[in-house]
Nanobody, 117 residues
Framework: QVQLVESGGGLVQAGGSLRLFCVAS????????MCWYRQAPGKQRELVAT???????NYADSVEGRFTISRDNGKNTVYLSMNSLKPEDTAVYYC???????????WGQGTQVTVSS
């Protein structure tokens, strides 16, 4: 079993920055991909960024150039640095860990990010 705990969300003005943290604990297989998703009110959950165990990253077009995902495998932690935030970035942000061995997806409880205009 794997537990994911996110933190770092909050209220920020448009143009501002936030950094999200997600710490994984439990039975973590070494080969995994960690991702950030978000879900805005009334919308489906969408993929924001992914980071493989080897550090290969991918981003949604809407955040490319503004957000940076990174991870520290020694600390089982993934980060999401968000710059030039826009009101449309307002959402609950969820951390996800995809276990390459079991093909199972683990989710955190989410952290709220609110960007005021």
């Amino acid at each position: 079993q794997v537990q994911l705990v996110e933190s770092g969300g909050g209220l920020v003005q448009a143009g501002g920055s936030l950094r999200l943290f997600c710490v994984a604990s439990g039975s973590i297989f070494s080969i995994n991909t960690m991702c950030w998703y978000r879900q805005a009110p009334g919308k489906q959950r969408e993929l924001v960024a992914t980071c493989s165990h080897a550090g290969i990253t991918n981003y949604a077009d809407s955040v490319e150039g503004r957000f940076t995902i990174s991870r520290d495998n020694g600390k089982n932690t993934v980060y999401l640095s968000m710059n030039s935030l826009k009101p449309e970035d307002t959402a609950v942000y969820y951390c996800n860990l995809h276990d390459a061995w079991s093909e199972y997806d683990y989710w955190g409880q989410g952290t709220q990010v609110t960007v005021s205009s």
